[in-house]
């Protein structure tokens, strides 16, 4: 079998962090495809050019190399068509819960989290994390993520819309998870991995709706090392 | 023909100004489908009793009632099979954005225009509509807009997703509207129709699309009198 799936980690192999790559580990479980972890590192940048990337996750399915996670899930119900689909209507109609994701529930992960990502990784890795991302939220990472526990209360109330839909059906695909749960799903993974901070409060709709994702494919997502107290 | 929809208006019939019957009415043009406007003021409860009902918009096509905007679509897609469909995919996926809608844009519109619906009701709907709101809200109602201006930053940024979205794509439905447009649009619709504010600036990519939105069907939504500026 020639499937790998490129995938974010630690110096710890097993510590699969990132958000995107969740959503097509996620993806490929759906449609019951295997596919080999190539454990990958930030500053590996050589071995993405020569498969014609930027960023992970990048899929390598026989002949086909998929640098993206929306058009490795496009791909997969497209080459994949008699396997459960991830999209139940055109991929199209799920930009909108992408679109959330990254600028709201990401975004907000991120100031809560964001710090405990240095410990997990290699001196060089850490280096350019560090460095990337203060420049990027303009001010060193243990500043971003201060008094986080205080800010608990608002993170949680941006969760509104997830919480009011998650209240209405088991998942965002309906009965069953479609492309949508794991598009959610993967920036909840980042935070599980990296973070021993609690972000859902127990009786939170949101938080029966991850355990019912950590659950799923024989608990994929739950058998993966995680800092998650 | 037999179909009628019961729609909010203010004193004059012709300022419809519900979100939720927004939605109804954009969806019965989309499907290439008729129905007279039968105007509904606040406090006609018995009306709506008589039809099973207790808010508005509330469809009588022939023998069916459906007195829900969500019900209204799911039952138009089902009675005209032919007609161009509102859920490009089973109606559960899109919960998510009519969640988003309800608690995040109509909750954010309505702190910036609620106060400008007292004057479009007559004596008997104003009072009725100002002490529910006020309740709801626990202060009046021009207090709840109070210094608008200075909080259209927050709400603009609040709309991150929808500009996202529509950065990628001309409807939230794709290359064409479908019911998760209508839904979004409700909101703006509301706004527009009782409230000179200017939610959104003019090189935004919600505003382009809240144009193509106002062209459909003929121009549908922008033949209806309108607050805005």
């Known amino acids: 079998m020639a499937r790998q799936l490129l995938e974010l980690c630690g110096t710890d192999p097993a510590r699969r962090f990132s958000p995107f790559c969740w959503r097509s580990r996620m993806a490929l479980a759906h449609k019951g495809l295997d596919a080999e972890v190539v454990p990958w590192r930030f500053t590996e940048n050589a071995t993405l050019a020569a498969l014609g ?8 399915d026989g002949d086909a190399t ?21 999209f139940q209507g055109p991929p199209e109609t799920y ?32 280096a350019y994390f ?26 949680r109330a941006s969760l509104a819309p997830l919480r009011r839909a998650l ?32 972000l859902l409060e127990a009786d939170d709709a949101v938080e029966a709706w991850r355990g019912r994702m950590l659950e799923l494919f024989g608990g994929l997502a739950r058998a993966v090392p995680a800092m998650e107290g």
Not at 66 to 86: E, G, K, M, N, R
Not at 97 to 122: E, K, N, Q
Not at 172 to 198: C, K, N
């Open 130 to 155: 560090k460095e990337s991302r203060e420049k990027r939220f303009g001010m060193p990472l243990d500043q971003v993520t201060a008094e986080r526990e205080a800010r608990l209360p608002e993170f």
């Open 53 to 60: 990337g930027k960023t992970v996750p990048i899929l390598v």
């Open 66 to 86: 998929l640098t993206d996670s929306w058009d490795i899930a496009v791909y997969l119900d497209q080459h994949y068509p008699a396997a459960p689909t991830l």
């Open 95 to 126: 930009r909108f819960i992408a679109a959330w994701t990254d600028t709201v529930l990401s975004a907000g992960v991120a100031r809560l989290i964001v710090s405990d990502i240095l410990p997990l990784l290699s001196e060089t890795a850490c």
């Open 167 to 198: 209240g209405m059906q088991a998942f965002l695909g309906g009965a069953a998870p479609d492309y949508a749960d794991y598009i959610v799903f993967g920036s909840f993974m980042w935070a599980r991995v990296v973070s021993p901070l609690r």
